[in-house]
T-cell receptor, first 114, second 111 residues
Framework: EPEVTQTPSHQVTQMGQEVILRCVPI?????FYWYRQILGQKVEFLVSFYNNEISEKSEIFDDQFSVERPDGSNFTLKIRSTKLEDSAMYFC????????????FGPGTRLLVL | QQQVKQSPQSLIVQKGGISIINCAYE??????FPWYQQFPGKGPALLIA?????SEKKEGRFTISFNKSAKQFSLHIMDSQPGDSATYFC??????????FGKGTRLHILP
């Protein structure tokens, strides 16, 4: 069964450093998403991406965040200058047509900012 | 208005029992209500979903009950098994919009 993959599985970084989280969505999917989950809390929407542009973003997704689809397979989330509160599990998801189609989530990247 | 309120926060059920998780929402524009299951170290996975034009949807041991007038919906897990032990999230969305998750319920099924 096709699946969303994410790398790295864990990332530790110093406050103020840039990090890039990588995702490979399912190949025929057109909608891509990033969510985050702070330890023990709910999953929060960050951004959705369709047709090579952001279709929606949350208030969490400020100027420190950016997304890119640099080639036909990868989808990345960049955090320009990490803060302690960026420590969370970051999930990539993809869906074939719209958000209301099944969103398939990757296993996540656990980011720890020291 | 964009919130989905979920209860209980945690739940312990005996094997073979019925697990019930409840959710409530305010925004009547929500038109899609999925439930996600998450095992430790994994991403959420869609379990079952319902639209507000039906009051109940059943898939195997999992049933969603939907009360549009009360703006509430619930997940029932019949004959709960230890393998059902996971965190369950209710969620809601509007059209092609993002999915709004509840805070999650940590379910533990006693063997």
């Amino acid at each position: 069964e096709p699946e969303v993959t994410q790398t790295p599985s864990h990332q530790v970084t110093q406050m103020g450093q840039e990090v890039i989280l990588r995702c490979v969505p399912i190949s025929n999917h057109l909608y891509f998403y990033w969510y985050r989950q702070i330890l023990g809390q709910k999953v929060e929407f960050l951004v959705s991406f369709y047709n090579n542009e952001i279709s929606e973003k949350s208030e969490i997704f400020d100027d420190q965040f950016s997304v890119e689809r640099p080639d036909g397979s990868n989808f990345t989330l960049k955090i320009r200058s990490t803060k302690l509160e960026d420590s969370a599990m970051y999930f990539c998801a993809s869906s074939e047509i719209t958000a209301q189609e099944t969103q398939y989530f990757g296993p996540g990247t656990r980011l720890l900012v020291l | 208005q964009q919130q989905v309120k979920q209860s209980p926060q945690s739940l312990i059920v005996q094997k073979g029992g019925i697990s019930i998780i409840n959710c409530a929402y305010e925004n009547t524009a929500f038109d899609y209500f999925p439930w996600y299951q998450q095992f430790p170290g994994k991403g959420p996975a869609l379990l079952i979903a319902i639209r507000p034009d039906v009051s109940e949807k059943k898939e195997g041991r999992f049933t969603i009950s939907f009360n549009k007038s009360a703006k509430q919906f619930s997940l029932h897990i019949m004959d709960s098994q230890p393998g059902d032990s996971a965190t369950y999230f209710c969620a809601a969305s509007i059209g092609d919009d993002k999915i709004i998750f509840g805070k999650g319920t940590r379910l533990h099924i006693l063997p």
